[in-house]
């Protein structure tokens, strides 16, 4: 069984980088339990003007380093939480974590190899293999214009070190803003598509629905996953723990900042209490938000 390891809720409210020893983990198959750096390769290929096939040294010198904040997670976050269950893995709030990623844009990579002007996908494949005879390896592809954005990377190192085996060591795409069902690990191929990528994990996994749909609901449209919806969670006290006077907690934009965070309070109006919002730490990053509930809802169910 390939791990799934959430990040410990708590673990959100001592600060806005999640450490690596507590980054959740997410494999959909087997992966080598080791890397020889020295022959590692990635070939890069499809439509393009010169097939390459690029040492770990080479991509690392393909063009400038950058890095930035970025939440990476499962499009699945909280999936264990829904009534009605939802087939998949059964995911508490922890399938997300936050952290610094440095790396060279994917794009500087695609340019060495000369894009053909037809392309419209860039698709991606890790070192992971199908540990089921028959099951489609894992494959992920990104629109060449969201390929070719400024921080789209291939990522070297997460908080400051290279990247844990776990998630994703050596390399591994990162696409700020989006579910990391496309940050693909242990990355061994880029592949340039000409049209839409019909693979099982485009085709028919990772997809959601077009127009809102009810329990019960069969053959409706769909579309694969792509941005982050906005989120806000309170990390201030554990679920079902005395409310404290004052709460506090993380948003995230997705891809874009986060502008207000607003808590409801539930005094049968539905009273709204703006919050302060923290610094700005990278816009795909988490931001921490603190609300001081207001004297006249405190009474004794509040401490």
Known sequence: H????????SVYDRGLLTPNDQHFVRWHWDFPTSIDV??????????????????????LRA?????????????????????????????????MANAQWRGVRLRDVLDKAGVRTNARFVRFKGLDRPAVEGAPQF???IPIDVARLD????????????????????????????????WVKMLSDIEVLTREDQNF?????????VAPVKPGDKNFATKPISTMA????????ADGARVPKTVSGIAMGGDAGVAKVEL??????????????????????????????????IDSRIG
């Open 2 to 9: 390939p791990p799934l390891l959430e990040t410990p809720f």
């Open 38 to 59: 020295e022959r590692y390769r990635i070939a890069v290929y499809g439509a393009v003007q010169s097939p390459l096939t690029l040492s770990l040294d080479q991509v």
């Open 63 to 95: 063009g400038e380093h950058i890095e930035f904040n970025a939440v990476n997670q499962c499009a699945g976050n909280g999936r264990g939480l829904f009534e009605p269950r939802i087939a998949g893995a059964q995911w508490g709030p922890g399938a």
């Open 139 to 141: 494959i992920k592809s």
């Open 151 to 182: 921080d789209t990377i291939i990522a070297f190192a997460m908080n400051g070190t290279a990247l844990p085996l776990l998630n994703g060591f050596p390399l591994r795409i990162v696409v700020p803003g989006w579910y990391s069902t496309y």
């Open 201 to 209: 994990w485009m085709a028919k996994a990772y997809r959601m629905p």
């Open 230 to 237: 906005p989120r806000a969670w309170i990390t201030s006290h």
């Open 264 to 297: 409801i309070v539930q005094d049968g109006d539905g009273h709204i209490v703006e919050a302060q919002l923290g610094p700005e730490e990278g816009k795909y990053g988490f931001r921490r938000w603190t609300v001081q509930i207001p004297e006249i809802y």
